[in-house]
């Protein structure tokens, strides 16, 4: 198995712009759960789909996040507008069970 | 909602010696915890995890212990080695209470020396 995957592994982009993250779960997998992290606030929950329904999106900092998972393979985490505060690196875990298996990571900068 | 604090928040030991990482926890409805290893740059990784029925658990040079009633569990490296370097998570979720999200810690960047 390939493992969690995650797109774009880094990403550049103005203030302003639309940014789109995205996730496939490792198959066979019913939990998705979107993480940041960054060195003031640490690994933070943002939201968690079960089953393709989000379950929890009170870490969603502002209207401005919003995470769609239209199937049991793919799953978005969009920002629009982009801040420069929303700098940091975007973890997607997936489970069956509990342990959870994290991607690589999206390195968000926002100038 | 769930808390876990961790201490220390950092730890620097020589090569040989042991390390212990501890965490506490505030919502007693927590069953499962989970610590990972973060090398710069990279995912966190599961190392090693307990649940709320065990109250210790062995892996080679990794333990971990838990103690329910005082709500905090702790992370014993032994033999540490330079390759243990990293930054250390503890985490808290409670399946039976639906909270699948892990809660983790600030983390514990440990240096081994050589």
């Known amino acids: 198995d390939a493992g969690v995957i995650q797109s774009p592994r880094h990403e550049v982009t103005e203030m302003g712009q639309e940014v789109t993250l995205r996730c496939k779960p490792i198959?066979?997998?019913?939990?998705l759960f979107w993480y940041r992290q960054t060195m003031m606030r640490g690994l933070e929950l943002l939201i968690y789909?079960?089953?393709?329904?989000?379950?929890?999106d009170s870490g969603m900092p502002e209207d401005r996040f919003s995470a769609k998972m239209p199937n049991a393979s793919f799953s978005t985490l969009k920002i629009q507008p982009s801040e420069p505060r929303d700098s940091a690196v975007y973890f997607c875990?997936?489970?069956?069970?509990?342990?959870?298996?994290f991607g690589p990571g999206t390195r968000l900068t926002v100038l | 909602g769930e808390n876990v604090e961790q201490h220390p928040s950092t730890l620097s030991v020589q090569e040989g010696d042991s390390a212990v990482i501890k965490c506490t926890y505030s919502?007693?409805?927590?069953?499962?915890f989970p610590w990972y290893k973060q090398e710069l740059g990279k995912r966190p990784q599961l190392i090693i995890d307990?649940?709320?029925?065990?109250g210790e658990k062995k892996d080679q040079r990794i333990a971990v212990t838990l103690n329910k009633t005082a709500k905090h569990f702790s992370l014993h490296i032994t033999e540490t080695q330079p390759e243990d370097s990293a930054v250390y998570f503890c985490?808290?979720?409670?399946?039976?209470?639906?909270?699948?999200?892990?809660?983790f810690g600030s983390g514990t960047r440990l240096q081994v020396q050589p």
């Open positions: 919502d007693s409805a927590s069953n499962y």
């Open positions: 985490a808290a979720s409670g399946r039976d209470t639906g909270r699948r999200a892990l809660t």
């Open positions: 875990a997936s489970t069956h069970g509990e342990t959870q298996y």
């Open positions: 789909f079960n089953n393709n329904v989000p379950i929890d």
């Open positions: 307990i649940r709320s029925n065990v």
């Open positions: 198959s066979g997998h019913d939990y």
